[in-house]
């Protein structure tokens, strides 16, 4: 022990090692104060899992917001001049926003802000946005404000339903009603569970009080729409208009309101002093209908509604998804005529990953206990492994006092250090023995063995602590994610140290009667005595062929380097199948979408019939997997297979049955079956985006992108983004025949509207929701144009004029959406992999970025080119990762400076971080997976900080016992390191393997820990003495 006072304890009794000593001896001379920490501990992280929220993942606030405006009717050009333009010129005064993504439709404009990461008040920028988009000088046909939404993981949604009419594949007028009636009246139960905060509805159609009115009668009769419009609009009237002065004060309201068929029938829009009218009933037809749709959505083959439903933020996701199932049970007893259907079952993915983390992790422990039990007696083997426990329970208190859930990142950072924490807990115990075996008491060797070691055990925990600290800095939405890892990591070995300084000290020092009865005749043979003689007499044979050793070490490193620079590939997503298929489905060029939706009808029922392997099948017609609108010959069917462990059948095995089955079926051109991936909401593993103004140049530049990924082999399923043209008619005013005619061009262009779309004369509150009062023509005289060119308008003198004389028309083909992002005209090209393809998004991002994109850009020189979702956001954990690597072995030599007080030891000490980087790329190898992800470079980061640890306990005992010879020094610390070592392995190899469960995820972050934590140990073990007496001869 005098060589170690001679480093680290000053002469001044208050420093650092004199407190250490005097709060160890505090803590084991006091055994009831121990056991009241432990056990105290242990009681209140139970009570504490009790009250803990579980999630799916963290929460937290995006940096993406969403805005959107309906401008109802409006084709995509006018929504974008007159809203979206206005919107963006106000959004170029917000400081703070990165990317502004806009989507000009018809009858909508929908904004996706993405905030700078490195904006110090997000919350600011927020507000900013808000009050820039509330400045906005809209149309006054934009009767709502528009809706600005932030996503946070709080609130996310848990469960998707859809509901239907038993029975009924097409819903006409009364089956809608009576569907739309039963889902307000499921709504509304629903939102009355306090777990739930809201639903959203999807292809829920707005009813209305439809006014028809007959053109010819209207003509006849010398009306006009405006007229009609107006009458409705003054006449329907309820107006408080105070109060009377009697005793109660009694209120007035003037009241004359149209609600009613019989009411709306008997409105006069002409009269005279004699008595005779013309009434509405007379010109028009009234009747209940609702708001147009564009698209057709079914649920299992039944047309239906869709809601998606979110927790509120104080629930956590399992509770809510308990009380929602509970609901859905009990309701569909009462309503057995509605067909329900969950899906996107989110705690599902919860509970199953709480299911594979806890039993993987029990499997671990188990396995670790195994492995102290067969190095340690079975005292101290109970008290190593109890510091699990024990670390578990500080981080879950202090984790849940922070406001932190258990989710997939909290219990991935526990896995991570499960083998982890007991280190320093077997440094100490395995010291402490060896004080005993020397013949010091319990107590004095408690006290000197922890003291004798706290300083490299100190210096191991804030290395393994830095090798973690850079996901703090990730940027984007997975950066979120895995900034929870390094935070959950620092309190379990914050704990641990606690622990093993404070707690187990006492706990050796002290008797057990219990584990010291069973102890001594379990008492083991000291077996490793043996390996150790061995290892010994190997290390003397290394340390005289030191440089041929060195020498065959470099060509493994060498070696590995090779296979990774060229066999090597890095993807952000493991290719793991999802639970979803997408089929894309296309009919001959002259089908409409009711048509579109009977062809499709025997896909969905093949589908059906897989009771056993599927959990819901949704089909949109009209509407891409994207969300856009496409032609009405096109559908996308998305099925939602129960997960693998709970299916009969492969998904290679249905794909191929349906795939031969749907060749046959009559009427459709193309039935693609599409496997489901690991991304972005896009679905696809190429996205190239192309920014230009001029609409001709940017589609030729799209459609050469196309062509030129086509001929690549290992991609499927291009497809430009492009909006879909169609016919548009212009009404150019001629302005000189306004003034002729004296006709206010405001009134020409609500009669064009009323006729076209329809105008709410106004909205009719039903209690649960609105009902629009819609005036508008019979659909059958909005199928020729000559119908809307014979319109009249009335004008200032009440005098009816033919609109054809006041316009002339104009066809053109226009877009029916229009895409801008930072204020340009955009276009998305997708392309997916093919499952059996070699290429990796980034080796496709850099064949186009060397032989297409300089053609394209030296042609149109005015045109913005870039890769957006996977390949961007693989590029920028490339390089954050890159940058990660760097500080975090700067950071642990500088803490090693300070440890060992020389600039030399630290490198000797980092020897071992490329050799087990050299080791995860060989493991990697073995396995198969020349394909790694984002996971495993996370592995590898947390690996570096592991594998110095060993390295550092072998240096600082080479430096204490300077007398001895090198590999005697050495041999002496192989059980400690062999321990430590295998602990951890032991820890993660069940995640790693999904013995108990998989998860690609966590597995592939816990493979490259594991094995690269135990090559690199077995590196340590020859080389750090290697190169430990290399410094040692130059001393």
Known sequence: MSGFKGRYLRKDKKGLSSLMLNLIKYFTQRHLLSNVLFFGIIFVAIFSWRIVGKEEMPEFASNWVRVNTIYPGAPAEDVELFVTKPIEEELKGVVGLEEIVSTSSIGSSSFRLVIDDYYPDKDEVLQEIKDAVLRADLPSEVRDLPSI?????SEKAILDVGLYLKGIKVLDQPAREKLQELVLGFENQLLALKEVSSITRDHYRKPEIQILVDPNKKNRLDLSLSAILNQLRTNNLRLPVGAMQDREESKVTAINEYETKEEFDNLILRGNYDGDAIKLGEIATVKKGFERSTSIFKINSHEGVFLNIRKSASTDILKAQAKVKDFLTNYQRSAPELGIAMMDDESYAVTNRLNIISNNGLIGFVLIVGVLLLFLNLKTGFWVAMGIPFSMGVTLLFAHLAGYTVNNMTLAGIIIVLGIVVDDAIIIAENISH??????????????????????????????????????????????????IPLIIILMLTASLV???????????????????????????????????????????????????????????????????????????????????????????????????????????????????????????????????????????????LPLDERTKPMRELLKNWEEKSQNFPGLEKVKFLKGRWGHDSGSAIEVQVQENNDKKRNEITIEIKNYLQKLQGINEVEIDDPIIKDEYLFKVKQDMLVRFNVDPLALATALRTFVEGSIAYSINKGDEEVDVRVTVPNIDKSDINNLLSL????????????????????????????????????????????????????????????????????????????????????????????????????????????????????IILTSVPFGLAGVIFILLFHGMSIYGFFAVIGALGMIGVVVNDAIVMVDKLDNEPEKSIAEVASGRLRPIVITTLTTVVGVLPTAYGWAGYDSMLAEMMLVMGWGLLFSTTITLILIPIFYSFSKRLV
């Open 499 to 641: 622990e093993s300084l404070l707690v187990l000290p006492s706990h050796l020092a002290h008797k057990t009667p219990i584990l010291d009865r069973i102890s001594k005749p379990l008492k083991p043979q000291d077996w490793f005595s043996e390996i150790e003689i061995r290892y010994q007499r190997f290390l003397d044979l290394i340390l005289k062929n030191r440089i041929l050793v060195l020498g065959i070490f470099s060509l493994v490193l060498l070696s590995a380097g090779y296979i990774f620079i060229e066999k090597m590939k890095y993807v952000m997503f493991p290719r793991e199948e999802s639970q979803e298929v997408l089929v894309n489905v296309e009919a001959g060029g002259d089908v409409k979408r009711q048509e579109m939706a009977q062809l499709i009808a025997p896909i969905e029922d093949m589908v059906l019939k897989e009771t056993d392997n599927i959990v819901a099948v949704r089909s949109s017609i009209a509407l891409s997997r994207r969300g856009g609108a496409v032609k009405e010959n096109e559908a996308s069917i998305l099925i939602e297979l």
């Open 792 to 907: 009249k308008v009335e004008n200032r003198s009440d005098q009816l004029i033919d609109i054809k004389r006041l316009v002339s028309l104009e066809k053109k083909k226009r877009p029916i959406n229009i895409q801008r992002i930072d204020f340009k005209r955009s276009t998305m090209v997708f392309a997916d992999l093919d499952t059996k393809s070699k290429l990796t998004p980034l080796e496709i991002a850099e064949n186009l970025e060397e032989n297409l994109f300089p053609k394209i850009t030296a042609k149109y020189p005015t045109s913005i080119i870039s890769f957006k979702g996977e390949i961007e956001d693989s590029r920028e954990s490339q390089g954050e990762f890159k940058n990660s690597v760097i500080m975090v072995v700067v950071f642990i030599y500088l803490i090693l400076v300070l440890l060992f007080n020389s600039l030399t030891k630290p490198f």
């Open 435 to 484: 004080k005993m075996k020397q013949g010091e008491s319990p107590m004095d060797a408690a006290i000197s063995g922890s003291h004798e070691v706290f300083m490299p055990i100190i210096a191991s925990i804030i290395t393994t602590c830095i090798a973690f600290i850079p996901l703090l800095f990730f940027e984007g939405f997975f950066g979120k994610l895995v900034s929870y």
């Open 149 to 153: 939404r932030q996503f946070k993981s």
